[in-house]
């Protein structure tokens, strides 16, 4: 009976060592759990499903290394790798890190722009100050690193190995091999609409360019690319405009103190069912900017599915 006793209480005495070591490896698992993988990495993935992305943490800087990898050429077996940095959603190499702030966030909120009779005063001086020149030049950009990369676009010679002569509602354009599909894709659903709505059909008729490729910066911003530069980015330019704003640096040419009040109904637009097959595809559209741009769709599916 004793030694039924003694073996009763050593049993518990190391259930209760047992809990007490499961504790302290729990508490020291929770100490050095990693932090979960940025929930916006996985847009990517789904944005650019021929892309492959791999993440690893490392404690000393307190972010994620993105190893990057995509075919050269769509659809070919040889890749490309890269390495950049998390930061926050920016996609950097290391050594800009440390000016991390200068960049936006590559996934932003998308969204309708808002009605100019609806601004108020303080809204309308925050406008202003950011079309300035000297803001343009010294605030924040869109860091290009990531789309350097799947883009190949380095330089003006590189790129151009990876630009198509192609044609969009009839119009000769060139673009980026990478957005043949989904560019044909919002073609095709284009003209079977204009077969039964007159102002579809309208639309495409009274349609002039679509100009996409062209190496170049962008106006005002210190020697920024411009997406166009990418062949990514499409400007569909009409043959009347019938006396409507297009371009807000057009229309600031004549109204440099209010361009940004000029009504929605005095702006030319797509129809909206051109807009709304345009973004079903992956393009964002510029008319949507507070600095609108209303011929000019772009490429950027990772945006709209991080609506």
Do not use: C
Not at 48 to 71: R, T
Not at 223 to 229: E, I, N, T
Not at 281 to 307: Q, R, S, T, V
Request: glycine content about 4%.
């Amino acid at each position: 009976m004793t030694g039924t006793f003694f073996a009763i209480k050593n049993v518990k005495k190391q259930n209760e060592l047992n809990s007490i070591f499961a504790e302290k490896i729990s508490d020291l698992a929770e100490e050095n759990k990693l932090p979960d993988e940025p929930v916006q990495l996985e847009i990517f993935r789904k944005s650019y499903p021929d892309v492959f992305f791999e993440s690893f943490y490392d404690e000393e800087k307190n972010d994620w290394l993105v190893k990057i990898s995509a075919p050269i050429f769509p659809g070919k077996e040889e890749k490309k790798q890269t390495e950049l940095w998390w930061a926050e959603g920016r996609l950097l190499p290391e050594d800009e890190l440390e000016n991390k702030n200068e960049y936006w966030k590559l996934i932003y909120q998308y969204s309708k722009l808002k009605d100019p009779k609806e601004m108020n005063a303080e809204e309308i001086e925050e406008v202003r100050n950011f079309s300035s020149s000297k803001n343009r030049q010294t605030s924040q950009g869109t860091p290009m690193f990531f789309f350097d990369f799947l883009y190949t676009a380095k330089s003006k010679v590189i790129i151009e190995d990876h630009i198509a002569y192609s044609t969009f509602l009839g119009k000769p354009t060139k673009i980026h091999e990478r957005i043949k599909t989904p560019l044909l894709n919002v073609e095709k659903r284009i003209l079977k609409l204009a077969d039964d709505d007159p102002e579809i059909d309208g639309f495409v008729k009274n349609l002039k360019s679509a100009d996409a490729y062209n190496w170049r910066v962008i106006e005002g911003t210190g020697g920024r690319k411009s997406f166009h530069s990418y062949g990514i980015a499409v400007d569909l330019i009409p043959k009347r405009l019938y006396g409507k704003a297009i371009f807000w640096s057009w229309t600031r040419d004549k109204d440099p103190k209010n361009w940004m009040l000029t009504p929605l109904e005095k702006r030319w637009m797509p129809p909206q069912k051109v807009i709304d097959i345009f973004e079903d595809e992956g393009f964002i559209w510029g008319g949507n900017w507070i600095i609108f741009d209303n011929m000019h769709f772009e490429y950027h599916p990772e945006i709209l599915a991080g609506m």
